[in-house]
């Protein structure tokens, strides 16, 4: 089992950042491609970014391209979303996953381990 431990979620006006990070304590990091997902009040869950297992590759989401930057730390044992001009529709309850095998990144099913979320309000 991998335990996977989101922070760095608040309240924040609109145009603000948060950066976001999610740790897996005593795991080998580098073994699990990663991403990010979120969902809204009353929505279903949805891809945000993913990363795979060296760094090397990245991939976003059309609705936040451009002002998210995902990246990991596979000596930190650490993965990082830094999201810059949040509006309001970006708030949400942020997750991170871990998977072993990687696969359709945007499906939450190619996904082996979630962590509990983080909770990101943008306000207006």
């Known amino acids: 089992q991998v335990q996977l431990i989101e922070s760095g979620g608040g309240l924040v006006q609109a145009g603000g950042s948060l950066r976001l990070a999610c740790a897996a304590p005593?795991?080998?990091?580098?073994?699990?491609?990663m991403g990010w997902f979120r969902q809204a009040p009353g929505k279903e869950r949805e891809f945000v970014a993913a990363?795979?297992?060296?760094?090397?590759?990245?991939y976003y989401s059309n609705s936040i391209k451009g002002r998210f930057t995902i990246a990991r730390d596979n000596a930190k044992n650490t993965m990082y979303l830094q999201m810059n001009s949040l509006k309001p529709e970006d708030t949400a309850l942020y997750y991170c996953a871990a998977s072993r095998r990687g696969g359709v990144y945007a499906q939450d099913s190619a996904y082996d381990y979630w962590g509990q979320g983080t909770q990101v309000t943008v306000s207006s």
């Open positions: 990363i795979s297992w060296s760094g090397s590759n990245t």
């Open positions: 005593g795991r080998t990091f580098s073994n699990y491609f």
